[in-house]
């Protein structure tokens, strides 16, 4: 029900999902006068699919507390994480409205005992292929262990999609200089390179232009710096595709030129399409739950219920579990071993 187009677009995109992952099937949560005249003209959506009416939607512009607050329990968006939380479904995926689905997803399925606030990590597409970057907006301000948490999420959730055994991780940070940075990100560094956990490979600090480049496999920041990065580079692709548009039906001769290179500016468009990297993954809770992009189309959408089936598949939760198991396990450990190490390092 949520996004800019609701029904019209989210349905369709069902359907492209059947034809690439024939398996799956889907709950399907909304109002019955909006979902029922467009799953009506879907027979094959039909066949896979239960649709479960429901009373009320939550709207784009409520504020978290309201969506919690004003009936909840028979809103669409409830309900579906809800039946992640029964077993009745795998995954929730929604282009709804980003703070009430964090605030339901939170109070329905919970943080994981060792979690003090959730992340949403998003795919991040670099030269080298794609990277995993978070947190990209869900916790404003993060405390050292928060940011180690957030690494072990993010190293979890490459080796589930990415098929990497242990994959790079570093501290998003103004410099790569261990001296410089807040005392939370320099704090959290030491503790990483002191931990050595063999779920990754910590490589230190990395600055804003290595997210393009691919330097690691995971970038681990807080969310109002990861927010900003995300969206910085949404308007980017859009600013270069505008300027080439541009450039290419400037003049005739550019239009000519645009006819002999359009292979390359095609593998070019589709690099730079951000629906192939639509969802926000949210982790560090007891179930899997994707955000989509609000104005995504249904190739997009559909790109956001198959990263949610890939982790479900690769077992995305079990491997959080177990990684945080392991580091916490060792954590009095780090704790004693660090003030030792920093005072080393002064002298």
């Not at 404003?140 to 979890?156: E, K, M, N, R, W």
């Not at 994959?167 to 005392?183: A, D, F, R, S, W």
């Not at 982790?283 to 949610?308: W, Y």
């Not at 598949?313 to 004693?336: C, G, M, V, W, Y």
């Amino acid at each position: 029900m949520g996004g800019d187009h609701g029904p019209k677009v989210i349905l369709p995109a069902l359907v492209k999902v059947i034809e690439r992952r024939p398996d799956v099937r889907f709950l399907i949560y909304g109002r019955d006068d909006a979902v029922r005249p467009v799953l009506d003209q879907l027979p094959r959506l039909a066949g896979v699919s239960e649709f479960v009416h429901c009373e009320v939607a939550v709207r784009m512009d409520d504020k978290p507390s309201q969506a919690l607050r004003h009936g909840r329990w028979k809103s669409s968006m409830w309900k579906a994480v809800e039946a992640v939380k029964n077993g009745h479904a795998d995954v929730c995926i929604s282009a709804g409205n980003t703070g009430a689905l964090m605030a339901m997803s939170k109070f329905c399925l919970r943080t994981m005992a060792s979690i003090d606030r959730p992340a949403i990590a998003a795919l991040w597409p670099t030269v080298r292929g794609e990277s995993v970057v978070l947190d990209v907006g869900a916790t404003i301000g993060a405390d050292a262990h928060q940011l180690i948490d957030f690494a072990i999420l993010g190293a979890a959730m490459a080796r589930a999609l990415l098929a990497l055994d242990r994959p790079t991780v570093g501290l998003l940070n103004v410099g790569v200089e261990e001296i410089k940075g807040q005392e939370e990100v320099k704090e959290a560094g030491l503790l990483l390179r002191e931990a050595n956990l063999k779920s990754m490979d910590y490589r230190g600090f990395v600055e804003g232009d290595d997210l393009g480049k691919g330097t690691v496999d995971v970038v681990v920041t807080e969310g109002f710096a990861g927010n900003i990065a995300l969206k910085t580079a949404e308007g980017t692709a859009k600013q270069i595709g505008e300027y080439l548009r541009a450039a290419m039906s400037r003049t005739l001769m550019a239009r000519i030129g645009y006819l002999f290179a359009k292979s390359a500016f095609d593998r070019l468009r589709e690099k730079m399409d951000v629906r192939k990297v639509n969802g926000g993954v949210f982790l560090g809770l007891n179930g899997i739950v994707v955000k989509s992009h609000g104005g995504t189309d249904d190739e997009g959408f559909a790109a956001a219920i198959e990263l949610g089936y890939d982790m479900v598949r690769n077992r995305l939760i079990e491997k959080i579990k177990s990684d945080l198991d392991t580091f916490h396990a060792r954590q009095p450990q780090l704790q004693a071993e660090i003030p030792a190490a920093a005072g080393d390092g002064d002298e």
